[in-house]
Structures are given as C-alpha cells and as structure tokens.
C-alpha cells in the first residue's frame, strides 16, 4: 500500500493514466509484482521452518503452502484496501497495526481458539477472515489432514 499511496499524492498514478496506461494494467502490475515477493518470503519461511528448524509436518507440504500463499493474498488486499481508504502513508499504518494486531490475537495464530475464555470471542473469531486457514494449516501440520478434510478445505 506504501507505493500505491505515495504514487497517488506524487502525481505518477495520473501521469500513467494520461500516458494512456489503463487502470486495469497498473493494478495487475501492483498485483504480479507484490505476489512475487510473497512467493519469495512464503518459500524462505517454509525453507526455514521445514528444512533447517525440522518442525514436523504430518500432512500435504503442498497444502500448507498453498494456505500459505493463499494468506499472503489476503494480507496483499487488505494492503490494497489500505492503500485506496488512506490519503497517507501513516495513516496506512496506523490502520494497519489497529486492525492486524487483534485480528492476529483473536484469529489462532497466537494461540488456539480453543484456549479463548469466553465462547462468545471464539464464534467472533470465526468471521475473521484468517481464522479457517489458520486452523486448516494446524490441522494439516499435526494432525496429517490433507484436502479432504472439512476444516482444510473451509480454510482454502
């Protein structure tokens, strides 16, 4: 959202719009480019997590990669949606922080939802948008589940 935003209050968004670049192509642009550095960092993760910390994965590696890439396309439109709500880049990151910071608490990347107190956060937590793929790549990874699982394929 960060170049998206300054390229709007410089001037190059209309600039590319009056070069006769189409609103469509600079957004695949913004798309392909930014995927390709998550594709990046998801295989560094899963290198790291994998091969030289050794975590156990008793199911589909490719499943929990595909979630994986599949949780970075979210991340990457939030990102977009920041970029088009926020004249500013501190006001992107502010939002940012608000929102990602209880959403990752309340969604089961921290702990499980099962660990929540209150049964009224954890049927709150399931309308976040990362709690099924959250619990689809812990199902994956300890129980063995693969993509006939419900709670695998609700995640996808």
């Not at 170049?3 to 798309?31: C, D, H, K, N």
């Not at 480019?33 to 910390?53: G, W």
């Not at 199911?59 to 979210?74: D, R, S």
Request: some cysteine; proline content about 4%; charged content about 10%.
């Amino acid at each position: 959202s960060e170049s998206f935003i300054a390229e709007r209050s410089q001037g190059l968004l209309e600039r590319s719009w009056i070069m006769g670049v189409l609103p469509v192509e600079i957004l695949t642009s913004y798309i392909l480019s930014q995927f390709m550095v998550m594709v990046v960092q998801a295989v560094i993760t899963l290198v790291t997590v994998f091969l030289i910390f050794q975590l156990p994965c008793r199911g589909p590696i490719i499943w929990f990669a595909v979630l994986t890439l599949f949780q970075g396309l979210a991340g990457m439109s939030f990102g977009f949606f920041l970029s088009t709500v926020c004249n500013t880049s501190m006001d992107a990151m502010k939002m940012s922080i608000g929102s990602c910071f209880p959403h990752m608490l309340l969604c089961g990347i921290i702990w499980p939802l099962e660990g929540m107190q209150y049964k009224w956060m954890r049927t709150v937590a399931w309308f976040l948008p990362h709690t099924a793929s959250v619990q689809g790549m812990r199902d994956i990874m300890l129980r063995g589940w693969g993509v006939g699982a419900d709670s695998v394929l609700q995640g996808m």
